[in-house]
């Protein structure tokens, strides 16, 4: 069993962790309304770039308040595999409460950080929103573990946040306010991508798209 990052624990128990944090976020319309009203905009960008259909295997990294899980498990055929871990026992358990019981999905407890799974056993990996939660240290270890473990050719979606642009009134409103209770989400509207997306030879693309002003971000890698 993994242990707790010290991150999550002390920033996020409120969210992930504390009794009753499932019960409070898992409902669509609260995790919609934290994102502005874009989660079933920014799902259906992950779910564009990761592919129509999803034959080999998919790993998703870290789980989603939602239904972003079960519309990636319904894209995935007979043969294909989906995968998805996360850290908290928790989440994983929400998870599969959520999932119909003839999904194949298979669940584990693992840290992103640190992913128990060979090199370049995935055709393609999701990160929905983990980046802005880890500290600048665990987000890279994170980012080098997905690339490490999809295949060449394969892609590595991320979603995020990003610096709203100018005029856009949440960028004086709202991102003050993520910065007190999500302390590392700052790093990702500081200084763009290249502050934080590290230079890797094992990247030979990249493809970003800006949605809500700039507030969100998709970045497709793609696996060199
Ligand atoms: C993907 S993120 C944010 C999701 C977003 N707030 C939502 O629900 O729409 C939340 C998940 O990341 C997980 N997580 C954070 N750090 C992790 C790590 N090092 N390894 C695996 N999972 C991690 C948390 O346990 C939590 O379930």
């Not at 319309?29 to 564009?48: K, M, P, T």
């Not at 590290?198 to 890698?221: C, D, H, K, N």
Request: charged share 20%.
């Amino acid at each position: 069993m993994n242990a707790i990052p010290a991150y999550l624990q002390q920033n996020y128990d409120w969210a992930y962790i504390r009794p009753g944090a499932v019960r409070l976020f898992e409902r669509a319309w609260l995790v919609d309304l934290i994102l502005w009203g874009n989660y079933r905009r920014l799902g259906d960008a992950a779910l564009a770039a990761l592919g129509e259909a999803l034959p080999g295997r998919t790993l998703q990294i870290a789980c989603v308040y939602g239904d972003l899980s079960l519309r990636i498990a319904a894209r995935v055929p007979q043969d294909g595999m989906f995968e998805v871990i996360d850290v908290l026992p928790v989440q994983l358990e929400n998870l599969r409460q959520k999932l119909p019981t003839e999904a194949r999905v298979r669940i584990s407890q693992q840290d992103s950080t640190a992913l128990d799974m060979p090199d370049a056993c995935q055709d393609r990996a999701l990160l929905f929103f983990l980046m802005h939660e880890q500290p600048a240290d665990a987000r890279a270890r994170t980012l080098a573990e997905a690339l490490r473990v999809v295949k060449p050719g394969g892609k590595v979606v991320i979603v995020d946040f990003a610096r709203p642009r100018w005029w856009h009134p949440l960028r004086y409103v709202w991102l003050p306010v993520l910065h007190q209770i999500e302390p590392f989400a700052a790093d990702l509207w500081r200084g763009g991508v290249k502050s934080w997306l590290p230079e890797s030879p094992l990247i030979a693309g990249m493809e970003r798209t800006s949605y809500f002003g700039g507030m969100y971000q998709r970045i497709v890698l793609t696996r060199g």
